[in-house]
């Protein structure tokens, strides 16, 4: 689990991270599409090509050896960035059931579920038919301050047809 960033590296609000390129950098031999070798700088962290270096300026003429321009780079970066944003997804999950699950089993919760079994009598407002033992929200946008109207009385079969990936 990625935690933290090295520094350079920030994460906006929607979960995108950039790298300001601060970091360590490198002069790499980089081979263009026509077959000509450039000189370039490349960013260590993210593997970005930051620019071309003009073969004769003294940093490059500086060097013994020049290593190639290296791809891998990018790809543990594009990796790591993968792995932040499912962590990040995965916390932000995680918080949402625990904060539904107190919920679900708070007085309020209670009190509101009697409120709307009660409405429907013994009657399910899926099928018509059978005894409702469950109470379905239509919506999650008012959780917590949800309308009596945005939860229905359902048995445990309409309430399945409702959420089939889950075992109620």
């Not at 593997?47 to 290593?67: C, H, M, Y």
């Not at 959780?143 to 359902?154: I, R, T």
Request: hydrophobic share 35%.
């Amino acid at each position: 689990m990625i935690d933290e960033f090295p520094s350079g590296v920030s994460i906006n609000e929607y979960g995108f991270v950039s790298c300001d390129h601060s970091a360590e950098t490198a002069i790499r031999r980089m081979i263009q599409r026509n077959n000509i070798a450039i000189v370039v700088r490349q960013c260590l962290t993210c593997g970005s090509n930051l620019g071309a270096i003009a073969k004769g300026s003294p940093e490059v003429l500086r060097l013994a050896t020049i290593d190639p321009f290296d791809e891998t780079i990018s790809d543990d970066w594009r990796m790591q960035c993968q792995l932040y944003r499912e962590t990040k997804q995965q916390r932000e999950q995680e918080i949402r059931h625990k904060a539904y699950s107190d919920y679900i089993n708070s007085p309020a919760w209670l009190r509101k579920r009697a409120m709307v079994l009660d409405r429907a009598g013994d009657v399910c407002e899926g099928c018509g038919v059978n005894r409702p033992v469950h109470v379905h929200h239509l919506t999650y946008a008012h959780l917590g301050d949800e309308l009596l109207w945005e939860l229905k009385a359902v048995c445990r079969r309409c309430h399945q047809k409702c959420h089939p990936d889950k075992d109620l």
